[in-house]
């Protein structure tokens, strides 16, 4: 199994900022690709952004010029710097792993157990 701990949600004002980790571990080879989804109440789970391993990235149009994702490779671990922050933001936010594992079964799509983002207007 491959696990995912994410970390840094909380509570902040309208236009404020923070900073969302996942970390990924448990016999890795290689991780294709690490995103981080969001899902409000009485809403679809909706892709936020993502990122391949060679640092290739696509943002949902809501939130593009005002959070950016990034890799540490080394870390297995996945960031999401969100800036601007808005109302509509307000979402338990989840981190998404795939990639190969060292062990059968190979392939794992792993997810995280979410983290609350509330913001505040």
């Known amino acids: 199994q491959v696990q995912l701990v994410e970390s840094g949600g909380g509570l902040v004002q309208a236009g404020g900022s923070l900073r969302l980790s996942c970390a990924a571990s448990g016999s890795i080879f290689r991780l294709n690709v690490m995103a981080w989804y969001r899902q409000a109440p009485g809403n679809q789970r909706e892709l936020v952004a993502g990122i391949t391993s060679d640092g290739t990235t696509n943002y949902a149009d809501s939130v593009k010029g005002r959070f950016m994702i990034s890799i540490d490779n080394a870390k297995n671990t996945v960031y999401l710097q969100m800036n601007s922050l808005k109302p509509e933001d307000t979402a338990v936010y989840y981190c998404?792993?795939?990639?190969?594992?060292?062990?059968?079964?190979?392939?794992?799509?792993?997810w995280g157990q979410g983290t609350q983002v509330t913001v505040s207007s």
């Open positions: 998404n792993a795939v990639g190969i594992r060292v062990a059968f079964p190979r392939r794992f799509d792993s």
